[in-house]
């Protein structure tokens, strides 16, 4: 334990992200200074927001440069400490990067709450656990027998997204690649219906879901889901516009929703977001998550890679719809 | 005074309107019964979304039917009445549709109110103002400093629309077809900037004239415009989708707005709203309208075709850009 692992950004994704994108680099062990900790990384969560970052085509958080440490997001244990809120042995979650080791001043780390499973914790209280929250209670709002739809649904975030409407008595239909996923979705997360995309007849089988239409629409995914949706939507429908996966990897210019117009004859709504805007209120959702969490009514699935070296192959599969729930690197036991 | 001039709907626009989509037929003049008055109709108002009338593809009023009296709101004069309410010789506004003379048992009639001519009151107080004022004061909401980009920003719901964003303290910008109309937006209307869509560069001349942004983006166009206004949203900007005016005489599937997606980055809001649903909050709005009329810190100019056989023409121009404000026939004096 003198060497500390980390992937660098080594170049920025064009197209697809690929390996020769991240350099494996052995760093040396931090050392921590007056009132920090070491954290030895065990877990770390992958989100497709990631892509945007190493692209530095967003402005909402400051770009990442050619041989930073790859950010992101995981849970420790803290190996060495001088700081007494955090003694050694504890669990704790922060911005970590993709490195086997970090030195932290504790200011945004977090303590995994009592109860939770690691993997609970990085899964549903992560970013993409609050994400679900803010834009599903906060922009959605969605009301107690209204239609819920969720595409990208066994997502982390759309599975996530689609109990909370659940949670607040909402009908909900996912939309998701695959029988397994679907089923899913319908057996354990209860939701009142799955759509698998790959099977094709989608607005033949959205129509007999939603019949009256759809009043929440939380899209993930653009492109033709983002039409369909928009197709279908009731009136006064908020369509909260939380990502695009199917644009990720997508180089050129791109489509818009050709239905937009129907928002007009709807009297809808189509509204994005970003979730760091809600910082102040992450206690409010972390909360809310932890008791439901703790009351078995939040369910939640992770897809874990074993070994650092995973890392980019599990941010890859994200994009080709690899993963059920959150996807994660176990990077220590 | 025994023949009644009607146009009636011969046939659903395929693409633009056209002259034959109209049959001038010469009915008769109607009898009225108890209660009721009969109105000599003088001026006729033009909308775009006639045509989604003519074409039945919109839901949110019921569809026109081939050989109806095309539908339309006027000002006119009541030559015979049974109703106290409006004696003789009242002015009165109502949907009296395309036709010279309309009986009316009064519960649509507004009579106009004093002070405001019938010209400024087929345009301000007529449809197009009332969407100007729920568009801009109820979803895009403009508070004093903000930029407020029109698009349209000559037409009768724009000029509206541009003004009363100018009388909550914005900073206005429209984007309109030609010297003439920008020169009138900025020397008469109070507007901070127009941009001729005509004379190219658009993207720069709106970044020059919207450096940090836009907050509020009123659209009546779509396209490239919509598009235009989408890449230059400011955070948490707030799109209005009032129409389509580059969409409405196309017939093929039309592509959608590519940059919505910076409605995410920016964490903004794209509403689409029909006026139609705040008919209980008309008259709220005609207050408004009315004293800032009377005050003349509303502005207003009318477009006016002189003669009954110009209707279909006056309908055809709206689609062409050949009015500035409001498009009128005058039917009789």
Same mark, same amino acid.
């Given at each position: 334990m003198s060497v500390n692992r980390q992937f660098l950004l080594q170049a920025r994704p064009e197209g697809p992200i690929k390996h020769s994108d991240f350099k494996l680099f052995e760093g040396a062990l931090p050392e921590i200074n007056e009132g920090e900790v070491l954290v030895q990384v065990l877990l770390v969560a992958l989100e497709p927001a990631m892509k945007g970052w190493m692209e530095a085509r *967003? =402005? #909402? *958080?400051a770009p990442m440069q050619i041989g930073d440490v790859m950010r992101g997001r995981g849970l420790g244990r803290v $190996?060495?400490?001088?700081n007494t809120a955090f003694p050694e042995g504890t669990l704790v979650m922060g911005?970590?990067?993709?490195?086997?080791y970090a030195a932290s001043r504790g200011v945004d780390l977090t303590i995994l709450p009592e109860g939770i499973t690691p993997e609970a914790a990085m899964n549903v209280l992560g970013i993409t656990g609050l994400t679900a929250y803010f834009g599903m209670m =906060? $922009?959605?709002?969605p009301e107690a027998g209204e239609t819920v739809l969720v595409s990208g649904a066994a997502g982390a975030t759309g599975s996530v997204a689609g109990q909370l409407a659940h949670l607040s008595g909402a009908r909900v239909v996912g939309i998701a690649g695959g029988r397994v996923k679907c089923d899913w979705l319908v057996? =354990?997360?209860?939701?009142?219906g799955a759509i698998d #995309?790959?099977?094709?007849e989608l607005a033949e089988q959205l129509k007999a879901l939603a019949p009256d239409g759809v009043n929440v629409f939380f899209d993930n995914v653009g492109g033709d889901i983002l039409d369909l949706g928009l197709e279908n939507i009731a009136d006064r429908a908020r369509v909260v516009l939380c990502g695009g996966i199917s644009r990720y990897n997508e180089t050129g210019p791109l489509a818009g929703p050709?239905?937009?117009?129907n928002l007009i004859y709807r009297r809808a709504r189509m509204e994005g977001f970003i979730v760091i805007d809600y910082a102040k209120r992450f206690p409010e959702a972390s909360s809310y998550l932890v008791d439901h969490l703790r009351s078995g009514e939040l369910k939640h699935h992770e897809t874990v890679l074993d070994g650092f070296e995973q890392l980019p192959q599990a941010l890859m599969d994200l994009f080709t719809g690899g993963n059920i729930g959150k996807q994660l690197v176990r990077v220590a036991d």
């Open positions: *967003v =402005d #909402y *958080v $190996i060495e400490s001088d911005g970590f990067g993709w490195q086997e =906060d $922009i959605g709002k057996d =354990d997360l209860g939701f009142a #995309y790959k099977a094709g050709k239905n937009y117009f």
